[in-house]
Structure formats: structure tokens, C-alpha cells
Nanobody
Framework: QVQLVESGGGLVQPGGSLRLSCAASGSIFSVNAMGWYRQAPGKQRELVAT???????KYADSVKGRFTISRDYAKNTVYLEMNSLKPEDTAVYYCNAKISSHWYSSSSEYWGQGTQVTVSS
């Protein structure tokens, strides 16, 4: 059993900043990738940023230069630093991780419960 627990969402004014955190715990042999997705009302869930092991980070065009994803490998935690926030960044943000629970098993995909980010004056 693997759990992803997110924190850090909230209400912020346009131009403001927020930092999201997501910690993975449970039956973990290796965390192979972590990332963030978001879903706005009436829209499909979309990729925000990912940070696989040993690979370059990837960002959605809409957040490049404003958001930064990072990982603490020792703590199995991923962060999303969000700056210059815009009203269109308003969404539920979901943590995503690809985790192997045993040395012999392939990765399974896990999702957090989601954290609301609202950008409004």
C-alpha cells in the first residue's frame, strides 16, 4: 500500500506564490518518477510538471518560467514552487508518482487526493 499526501494549497492573489508538497509513504522499494497534474472545473486533468529519476524536468508550456518542480529523494517528496500565479492557474492540483513496491515489480502509478489552488483577488 502506497499513500501520497499533499499539502500547501490555498487562496492567493494574482502575482502571488504558493509551494505544494507531496510525500510518498508505505510499501516503497523505489520511486521512479514524481510529478504534478491539475484539473480545473469543466476541463480535463493536465500535466503541470514531472521529474523522473535521472532525467530532465518537464513543464507544461503554460507554467514554464513560473513554476519549479524539485524532489527530496531521501524523503520521497516532491515540491512545486509556483510563482507569478494567474487566475487561470486555479485548479485542483494532484500529485502523481510511479513507484515500485518490490525489487521484482514494475512501477505502479499512484495519485494524491488533490489540493485546491485558487488564484483570485
Amino acid at each position: 500500500q502506497v499513500q501520497l499526501v499533499e499539502s500547501g494549497g490555498g487562496l492567493v492573489q494574482p502575482g502571488g506564490s504558493l509551494r505544494l508538497s507531496c510525500a510518498a509513504s508505505g510499501s516503497i522499494f523505489s520511486v521512479n518518477a514524481m510529478g504534478w497534474y491539475r484539473q480545473a472545473p469543466g476541463k480535463q486533468r493536465e500535466l503541470v510538471a514531472t521529474i523522473p529519476n535521472g532525467s530532465s524536468t518537464k513543464y507544461a508550456d503554460s507554467v514554464k518560467g513560473r513554476f519549479t518542480i524539485s524532489r527530496d529523494y531521501a524523503k520521497n517528496t516532491v515540491y512545486l514552487e509556483m510563482n507569478s500565479l494567474k487566475p487561470e492557474d486555479t485548479a485542483v492540483y494532484y500529485c502523481n508518482a510511479k513507484i515500485s513496491s518490490h525489487w521484482y515489480s514494475s512501477s505502479s502509478e499512484y495519485w494524491g487526493q488533490g489540493t485546491q489552488v485558487t488564484v483570485s483577488s
